[in-house]
């Protein structure tokens, strides 16, 4: 037993019914106007720039900073920045560093960097 035939019929899509003929929907073309002409980019130049550092005297070291931690850790630093949750600090030899924000003495690092001309500032750090 199948499916009577009118019923076949209804349940069809309408491209297979006989007779059946789509619609033809034609949009109309937009017109465009010209594109602007563009410039062709500027050719890449290789340059040198030469940068005149003043002249250091003899035996003058960079100005470091000092870090010291709760564990009674030193650590001497050039360069400090806050990195989320931790300081992260570079070495004079150029070593990075890395410690944790509460992990910081920061009256003792205060102290100790308070004869120094670029001590790094903890006290606006937020915990």
Same mark, same amino acid.
Not at 15 to 23: I, Q, T, V
Not at 48 to 51: A, I, K, R, T, V
């Given at each position: 037993m199948g499916i009577p035939k009118l019923l076949r019929r209804r349940l069809c899509w309408p491209?297979? *019914? $006989?007779?059946?003929?789509?619609?033809v929907i034609l949009a109309p073309e937009q017109e465009r106007?010209?594109?602007p002409a563009l410039e062709p980019p *500027? $050719?890449?130049r290789p340059a040198?720039?030469?940068?005149k550092w003043p002249e250091s005297k003899a035996g003058q070291t960079v100005t470091s900073s000092i870090i010291i931690s709760k564990n009674g850790a030193v650590h001497s630093a050039i360069a400090v920045w806050l990195?989320?949750?931790a300081i992260r600090y570079l070495t004079p030899e150029g070593a990075g560093g890395r410690s944790a924000l509460d992990s910081i003495d920061r009256e003792a690092t205060r102290s100790a960097n308070a004869k120094t001309l670029q001590s790094p500032d903890l006290s606006d750090l937020t915990r």
């Open positions: 491209e297979l *019914l $006989p007779g059946y003929d789509p619609p106007g010209a594109l *500027l $050719p890449v040198m720039h030469e940068y990195d989320g949750n």
